[in-house]
């Protein structure tokens, strides 16, 4: 599941239903992409980052493997 990605869908009051009409897909489909049983394709995800004003890796990533984390 991406956990960060619901958490940001929530602190904005945002509808799985409104999210995936800014993505041009289905709700049904989006559920699938934030449950983690569909993968997001980089252009939603490029606008996801962009919706939340998040990088991606933020939202996308483990914590573990974050761009710019130190090992």
Same mark, same amino acid.
């Given at each position: %599941?991406? *956990?960060? !990605?619901?958490?940001?869908?929530?602190?904005?009051? %945002?509808?799985? =239903?409104?999210?995936? =009409? !800014?993505? /041009? @897909?289905?709700?049904?489909? *989006?559920?699938?992409?934030?449950? /983690?049983?569909?993968?997001?394709?980089?252009?939603?995800?490029?606008?996801?980052?962009?919706?939340?004003?998040?990088? %991606?890796?933020? @939202?996308? !990533?483990?914590?573990?493997?974050? @761009?710019?984390?130190?090992?």
């Amino acid at each position: %599941m991406q *956990y960060k !990605l619901f958490a940001l869908r929530k602190e904005q009051n %945002m509808s799985q =239903s409104e999210v995936a =009409s !800014l993505l /041009g @897909i289905t709700t049904k489909t *989006y559920g699938l992409k934030e449950r /983690g049983e569909s993968p997001f394709d980089s252009d939603e995800m490029f606008k996801l980052s962009r919706l939340f004003n998040r990088p %991606m890796d933020e @939202i996308f !990533l483990p914590r573990s493997h974050r @761009i710019g984390d130190k090992f």
